[in-house]
């Protein structure tokens, strides 16, 4: 049998030049109940732990600094909420994950931007009360009850950048079954505003042959880049849009685009949550987070071992605004 298609699978892009690197699984061990939150051994990680300290360890630091201030919450999916595993379809999201979501969601601001489809991504999370960014940012929905504050700016609805490439995108996935029907594992995930092909369970030997299947395909097509991450290859618009730009776009929708007292806190393990964390940092105001149990090149001023890491956090997160109430305007 040759590939398969599917409608969800892990999404992590990079620049596709340059050498492959990062392709563990990414696969959590351990849980924070009744243990120590303690980096594992791994050789660099407490060097590396200096420039990007941990941010539960940091929790009473970060905190002083969002006293008084409007905290916005934005959560990665994938490797943040829920483990990376083999098969994209059981990347579930823990009840406990669910429970702090939604109990942040009550008091902050929450968006969920995944590069999964917007539909698989709230399929996994389950809540009303958060908004959804799917493919990357350019597929945002949001929550039932803020839809009647965004009509004020025209957003009500889904907000889609790309939506004019749909028939390309559409066009393009069928020449990509047939370009690659003959490789043993490979895997198309339909992402509606891209497209992913995914080579976890190719044959090592025909990783290259892949790539260069691919590859043909989209280099004469200026409509079109190609990114690469963590076994996998994905066809997107080629519109100057991203994680980041998603952030900007919901914090203008929530009026806080221009606001002095918002901190943005964006929690994600990928090279596409880079984005959102350079926003961040040229804000100057905010905390990016990165999840990582291995030392990676990052922007992020903090950072988070596994999913059971940020999940600690988020109840920390949740309990400080519920004591810290009488500070919040």
């Given at each position: 049998m040759g590939f398969q298609i599917s409608h969800s699978n892990k999404q992590k892009v990079k620049p596709f030049f340059g050498r492959e690197n990062d392709d563990s699984d990414g696969t959590i061990n351990g849980s924070v109940k009744g243990r120590e939150l303690s980096p594992p051994d791994v050789a660099g990680y407490d060097s590396w732990l200096v420039?990007?300290?941990?941010?539960?360890?940091?929790?009473?630091?970060?905190?002083?600094?969002?006293?008084?201030?409007?905290?916005?919450?934005?959560?990665?999916?994938?490797?943040?909420?829920?483990?990376?595993?083999?098969?994209?379809?059981?990347?579930?999201?823990?009840?406990?994950?669910?429970?702090?979501?939604?109990?942040?969601?009550?008091?902050?601001?929450?968006?969920?931007?995944?590069?999964?489809?917007?539909?698989?991504?709230?399929?996994?999370?389950?809540?009303?009360?958060?908004?959804?960014?799917?493919?990357?940012?350019?597929?945002?929905?949001?929550?039932?009850?803020?839809?009647?504050?965004?009509?004020?700016?025209?957003?009500?609805?889904?907000?889609?950048?790309?939506?004019?490439?749909?028939?390309?995108?559409?066009?393009?996935?069928?020449?990509?079954?047939?370009?690659?029907?003959?490789?043993?594992?490979?895997?198309?995930?339909?992402?509606?505003?891209?497209?992913?092909?995914?080579?976890?369970?190719?044959?090592?030997?025909?990783?290259?042959?892949?790539?260069?299947k691919v590859k043909s395909l989209v280099e004469n097509r200026a409509e079109f880049r190609l990114t690469q991450g963590k076994m996998v290859l994905e066809v997107r618009p080629s519109i100057e849009w991203n994680k980041g730009d998603a952030l900007n776009y919901m914090l203008d929708t929530l009026g806080f685009s221009n606001a002095k007292d918002v901190l943005p806190l964006y929690i994600g393990d990928d090279r596409t949550d880079e984005d959102a964390f350079k926003v961040i940092a040229a804000r100057r105001e905010g905390f990016p987070i990165i999840v990582s149990s291995t030392p990676?090149?990052?922007?992020?001023?903090?950072?988070?071992?596994?999913?059971?890491?940020?999940?600690?956090?988020?109840?920390?997160?949740?309990?400080?605004?519920k004591s810290e109430m009488p500070f919040f305007k």
């Open positions: 420039k990007h300290p941990s941010a539960l360890n940091s929790f009473d630091s970060i905190m002083k600094e969002a006293k008084g201030k409007k905290v916005v919450v934005f959560l990665d999916y994938d490797g943040t909420l829920s483990p990376i595993v083999e098969d994209p379809d059981k990347a579930f999201m823990s009840a406990e994950m669910r429970a702090a979501v939604r109990e942040v969601a009550k008091h902050f601001p929450t968006s969920i931007i995944s590069g999964r489809s917007r539909d698989k991504v709230k399929q996994f999370v389950q809540l009303n009360n958060v908004y959804y960014a799917g493919s990357h940012g350019m597929d945002i929905m949001a929550p039932p009850r803020a839809v009647k504050s965004c009509d004020k700016k025209g957003n009500e609805g889904a907000f889609q950048p790309a939506k004019l490439f749909l028939p390309a995108i559409q066009e393009i996935s069928v020449e990509l079954v047939d370009k690659i029907k003959d490789i043993q594992g490979a895997r198309i995930e339909d992402n509606r505003f891209c497209i992913s092909v995914h080579y976890r369970q190719v044959p090592p030997e025909d990783h290259e042959i892949l790539k260069e990676k090149d990052t922007i992020a001023w903090y950072s988070l071992r596994d999913p059971p890491e940020v999940l600690a956090f988020l109840l920390r997160l949740a309990k400080w605004r």
